[in-house]
């Protein structure tokens, strides 16, 4: 045993507190805005309109602001902060720390930039760009890298719980996020998904639920296993309880990606594995949920004298009913009646505004007196921080469970006859406008109470004295040669048999999947299903319009095998329809109705209106206005490229087909164009079929016209009365 | 859907690898004592009265 002198890197801790607090506020004004844009369509999305800030845009912006800003530098900021602590040691390397930050933010902004100009994969929190994917990457496994170092170099020779978290954490983060942006590039700022449908759908569910698991929980339940028993100054209720609940919960969580996907065309038995080990979920979540709860058993008086164990409460309350809802939102019953609606997004802003944010705020009002080496500057206005933000959840999360619960039983219901009592879309979406007006104001609270957070972090960090490093001394319980400094990472690494094993899997696993992957979704790609041919030009780069405008936001294109669906949509979807969709676009949300069945139920020039003003073709419609595809030119320039990267990927596009793409595309424009003409010429007569033919709008028309008609060729009567029949 | 099968492996592989961290921290002797890390979190490192920068001092050289 010695005693040394550890110097605790304090600065980086400031920072990652900082930019917490500030992307926070600007991803939650971002939620704020298409909050509002959905309550109040004809002002804050039609007059107010400009693309950039349209809401199929601004949507990702918020998950993404929200999940990787400001939770991530959540995340961030309580490891580095409990890491070197529980480790009693400095960081491993203070490059990488501030690497890691500065990277970290780099990538936000570019974030900020790219999403708004409709750069985007569509895919649901990987919507970033190729460019921006490797950058994530990087900075991830620098992150990743610091630590393991750190917990080379550690003082003290068990690892305590929380770091078990943050492990598990940095490693399935990285597998999964590398393993869902496989992409081919077309630009810069342009790619294609490696999998096509199905394949799609499957793996970037796989990393959708894992995002939520592994950026989310654990990382957050690693924060809670530290900051919990320190604010309350007891130890956590059971260390036991504690292991055991971590071990089960990473082995169950990466099985339960399918519940997403229920009732579509994925495999039955890929659905039922989801299902099954969602349930198993409960067990580990509330194991967590109950620990930190029972932390406090004995302790309540001490909740009622400190905000930042109020806070944690919350969260912990937030955490066991989301962990609860989610298993039972998977299983297949309560799924068909939830799913599409908003009672998804309310569950997801339970866990969110609830467990993350509330344990957020807990975290910063419990660092900042320490890092500053002075008291809070204001303890009653983080109790009512507290009390607004608890009511703004509140708020936000009922109007929205009662609206996804009022719109899907009007999906669902059906007249005597057997016809359905709501028809149009529409009805189920008018009736859903004070709850949106709600959810909007409770948004609007717990912004309030983050800024009166923000003020108080302030005042609190004026007041006080910062050092950089905090110097402090520690016994080391552990033998081992030790340096922080001068030596090969490698060295470190080597030292340890174990390790080195550890290290060898991940690169193996990620030098493999390069190799297999693609040649295994190329291979099933091939697979031919005679009515389904890939997208003619015009319609490719409509379909990319579609993309970049985010319509799959809202739109969904998957209609589910219950009779309320296909009553009101049309034949159900097949897995096979969709083997030449790069990316998939089945959605998760639908604010609109579903589109997979649309081809050929309007005319051309009905969608052409539409677009420009929704709500002069349908009364009442949300949807916003999209004045400016009806102005800008499309752009072929990419055509070429994007048809020989299809190729590649295995649509079967004739040999030499690029170079006969563009003609192509002209002359199908030119068809709709002079349709649309047709239509509209009693009103406006002086357009011309030139001047509108090569507009970005007849690409997305073309798109729209195409959707599911592939099968629609399909005699579906039969294939329904053999059903029926059968049935009797 | 041979991608089924790339994610069965992968996933099978990642499973592998917590089960082996399992086992080292079981064979290390991480679980011996599960009742002690527990408290012992709450000890804060004795601080060294020594004040390396001034509030809001922006440079830090070490």
Known sequence: MEVIEVKYDNRIVKYFAYATIFWGIIGMI?????????????????????????????RPLHTNAVIFAFVGNGIFTGVYYSMQRLLKTRMWSDKLSYLNFWGWQLIIVSAVITLPMGFTSSKEYAELEWPIDIAIALMWVVFGWNMMATLLVRRVKHIYTAIWFYIATFVTVAVLHIFNSFEVPVHFMKSYSWYS???????????????????????????????????????????????????????????????????????????????????????PSWGGMLNGLLTLRGAWDKVRDSAVLKFFVVALTAYGMATFEGPMLSLKSINSLTHFTDWTIAHVHVAGLGWNGMLTFGMMYYLFPKLFKVKLYSQSLANAHFWIATLGIILWTIPMYWAGFSQGLMWQEFNADGTLTNPDFLTTVTALKPFYIMRTFGGLIYIIGALLMGYNLIKTAKSGTFANNEVVEVTSSLKTKHSDKGEYWHRVIERKPMRLLLFSVIVILIGGA????????????????????PYSPLELEGRDIYIREGCVGCHSQMVRPLRFETERYGEYSKAGEFVYDHPFLWGSKRTGPDLARE????????????????????????????????????????????????????????????????????????????????????????????????????????????LGTDIKAVPAEIEDTEIETSLK | MEIIYVMLVVSLILALLFLVSFIWANKSGQYEDDVTPGIRILYDDEVKEKVEAKPNEKSNKE
Request: aromatic content about 14%; glycine content about 6%; hydrophobic content about 45%.
């Open chain 1, 30 to 58: 971002v939620g704020l805005t298409a909050a509002l844009q959905l309550a109040f369509p004809n002002f804050f999305n039609d007059y107010l309109g400009y693309k950039y800030l349209s809401y199929g845009r601004i």
């Open chain 1, 197 to 283: 449908g199905v394949q799609d759908a499957l793996v970037q569910w796989w990393y959708g639920h894992n995002a939520v698991a592994f950026f989310l929980t654990t990382p957050y339940l690693g924060l809670m296993y530290y900051f919990v028993p320190k604010a309350a100054n007891r130890p956590i209720y059971s260390y036991k309880l504690s292991i055991i609940h971590f071990w089960a919960l990473i082995f169950i969580y990466i099985w339960a990606g399918p519940h997403h996907l229920l009732y579509s065309s994925l495999p039955d038995w890929a659905q039922s594995l989801g299902v099954v080990f969602s349930i198993m979920l409960i067990a």
């Open chain 1, 514 to 533: 390069v190799e297999i992957i693609p040649t295994m979704a190329v291979k099933s790609n091939i697979k031919k299903i005679t009515q389904v041919k």
């Open chain 1, 599 to 706: 081809g050929g139920l309007r005319s051309d020039s009905w969608h052409y209106g539409h677009l420009i003003s929704p709500k002069d073709w349908s009364p009442g419609s949300i949807m916003p206005a999209y004045p400016w595809i009806a102005e800008e030119k499309l752009n072929t320039s990419h055509l070429k490229k994007k048809i020989r990267v299809l190729q590649g990927l295995g649509v079967p596009y004739p040999e030499g087909y690029d170079e006969q793409a563009l003609t192509d595309l002209n002359e199908q424009a030119r068809g709709i164009a002079a349709n649309i003409i047709k239509d509209l010429s009693k009103k406006e007569s002086d357009i011309q079929v030139s001047d509108i033919a090569n507009k970005e709008i007849i690409a997305l028309i073309s798109y729209l016209q195409r």
